[in-house]
T-cell receptor, first 113, second 115 residues
Framework: QKEVEQNSGPLSVPEGAIASLNCTYS??????FFWYRQYSGKSPELIMS????GDKEDGRFTAQLNKASQYVSLLIRDSQPSDSATYLC?????????????FGSGTRLQVQP | EAGVTQFPSHSVIEKGQTVTLRCDPI?????LYWYRRVMGKEIKFLLH????????ESGMPNNRFLAERTGGTYSTLKVQPAELEDSGVYFC?????????????FGPGTRLTVT
C-alpha cells in the first residue's frame, strides 16, 4: 500500500464548478501537507500548504485537513479551464531531521469550458 | 526573483555512459533537494543538502549516483554508469533555512533518457 494515495482521475468538472481533490495518507506521524499543481512538462508549482486540522483558504483554493481520518483535500472554486493540470499531494512526515516529501501519484483535473 | 533552474532540460545517453545534471537553487536557499520521477510512478525523494552538507541520502538508489554541492550554491547529480532504469525526470527543489522551511520550490526538471 502506498503511503500517499490519490485517485489518478481524470476528474472532469464544468467551468465555474467546484473541483474537489482528495488525498489519503498512511498511519504514520505526519507534520505538514502540500498541494502542487503541475502542467504537462512543467515543474510542480506549490499552491497550498497546511499544517493543522481545519480549513485554509487562499483565493479560489481551500485546503482541508483531517488528521483523525488521515485525509487532506483541495477545493478549487469557480474552476477555470486554466486549472486543468495534475494536482500532486505531498506529505512531510515527522521524522527527526528529515525534510523529504512523500508524493502521491497525482490527480488529473480537466475543466470543461 | 529567479526560480530553481536545472540544466540540461533533456539528456539522451547510452547505457554505460555518464551524465551530470545541474541544479541552481533560489538565491539564498540553504536547503536543496533532489527528486526523480520514473515512468508511471510518483515523484520520489533522493537526497537533501543543507548548504554543502548532505543531510539525508536515504533515497539514493545505489552508488552509481553521486551528488555534490560545493560551496553550498549549485548542485550536481552524476549518474555513472547509467542504466536503462535510470530514465525519468529528475527534479531539484530548494527551500529557505528559516521561515517556512518545509515548503519546497521545484525546478522544471531534467528529462533523462537512457537507451
Amino acid at each position: 500500500q502506498k503511503e500517499v494515495e490519490q485517485n489518478s482521475g481524470p476528474l472532469s468538472v464544468p467551468e465555474g464548478a467546484i473541483a474537489s481533490l482528495n488525498c489519503t495518507y498512511s498511519d504514520r506521524v505526519s507534520q505538514s501537507f502540500f498541494w502542487y499543481r503541475q502542467y504537462s512538462g512543467k515543474s510542480p508549482e506549490l499552491i497550498m500548504s497546511i499544517y493543522s486540522n481545519g480549513d485554509k483558504e487562499d483565493g479560489r483554493f481551500t485546503a482541508q485537513l483531517n488528521k483523525a481520518s488521515q485525509y487532506v483535500s483541495l477545493l478549487i472554486r469557480d474552476s477555470q479551464p486554466s486549472d486543468s493540470a495534475t494536482y500532486l499531494c505531498a506529505v512531510k512526515w515527522k521524522d527527526t531531521g528529515r525534510r523529504a516529501l512523500t508524493f502521491g501519484s497525482g490527480t488529473r483535473l480537466q475543466v470543461q469550458p | 526573483e529567479a526560480g530553481v533552474t536545472q540544466f540540461p532540460s533533456h539528456s539522451v545517453i547510452e547505457k554505460g555512459q555518464t551524465v551530470t545534471l545541474r541544479c541552481d537553487p533560489i538565491s539564498g536557499h540553504d536547503n536543496l533537494y533532489w527528486y526523480r520521477r520514473v515512468m508511471g510512478k510518483e515523484i520520489k525523494f533522493l537526497l537533501h543538502f543543507v548548504k554543502e552538507s548532505k543531510q539525508d541520502e536515504s533515497g539514493m538508489p545505489n552508488n552509481r549516483f553521486l551528488a555534490e554541492r560545493t560551496g553550498g550554491t549549485y548542485s550536481t547529480l552524476k549518474v555513472q554508469p547509467a542504466e536503462l532504469e535510470d530514465s525519468g525526470v529528475y527534479f531539484c527543489a530548494s527551500s529557505p533555512y528559516r521561515g517556512l522551511p518545509y515548503e519546497q520550490y521545484f525546478g522544471p526538471g531534467t528529462r533523462l533518457t537512457v537507451t
